[in-house]
């Protein structure tokens, strides 16, 4: 068997996708081979990423995807299989953070951490086994976090969020096993993007530093020495969405230089 991963002629859908962490994944599958669609909230992001995997000689397209409601992740699934003929690999990945000590964190905010982090990801589940299912095989990898794994304080809600992807990635794993369905997540570390912008903005609004300082903080308590950058993602992802991780379901990859010792 070769060890190389080709992903050429399969049929990806990576959600937040038009930047960061998403954008990365997505790159990553094509370099590999894969045809890849871009949903995000944010149309004109997505088809800039959709331009750059066409540009690698793959096909791609945007599709404006809000991943709380239900039937929009449905109908772009059925979009994605109607216009690329069929799903192999589904990466739930588009989420939000709202940071800062948990008597000051609201409901609304907590709300829409759930609804966008796990919910979004319930729903990619959910649309993806339609077509995973009937055809015995598919990949879906999960976007959690580092903070799904190790409770991070001022991240309450977030952590709450990630711990139940990482939940849902168990639980679902053993119900499609028998399908031929691999179900796993990703757990990153530290990378500025808008979310880790978003993250500083908020701890800085609670007093509890400037947002330069306190990124250096969190920098240097990474042992390897560097933040991790989207590349790095998207090769984990592209690991696991590939033959090779044939027999890797239900866990949970953590890429994030060490920090925290995550168990």
Known sequence: ????????????????????????????LAKAGANVAIAD????????????????????????TDVTKENEVFAMVDEVVRKLGKLDIMCPNAGTC????????????????????????????KAALKYMKPQK?????????????????????????????????????????????????????IIRTKIWDKILGDLVKAGLGEADALYKSFLDSIPSGREQTPEDIGNAVTFLASNLASEITGDILIINGGQFNCP
């Open 137 to 189: 095989s598919g990949k879906i990898v999960m976007t959690a976090s580092q903070a799904g794994r190790v409770a991070v304080p001022l991240l309450a809600g977030y952590s709450a969020s990630k711990f139940a992807v990482t939940a849902l990635t168990k639980a679902v794993a053993q119900e499609v096993a028998a399908d031929n369905i691999q179900v796993n997540c990703i757990g990153p570390g």
């Open 98 to 125: 709202c940071a800062g000590p948990i008597d000051q964190l609201s409901a609304e905010n907590w709300d829409k951490m759930m609804q966008i982090n796990l919910y979004g990801h319930f729903y990619c589940v």
């Open 41 to 64: 909230v944010n149309v004109k992001d997505a088809q800039k990423t959709a331009k750059e995997i066409m540009a690698l000689g793959r096909k791609s397209f945007a599709i404006k």
């Open 1 to 28: 068997m070769s060890t190389a991963i080709d992903l050429t002629g399969k049929v990806a859908i990576v959600t937040g996708a038009g930047s960061g962490l998403g954008k990365g994944i997505a790159l990553c």
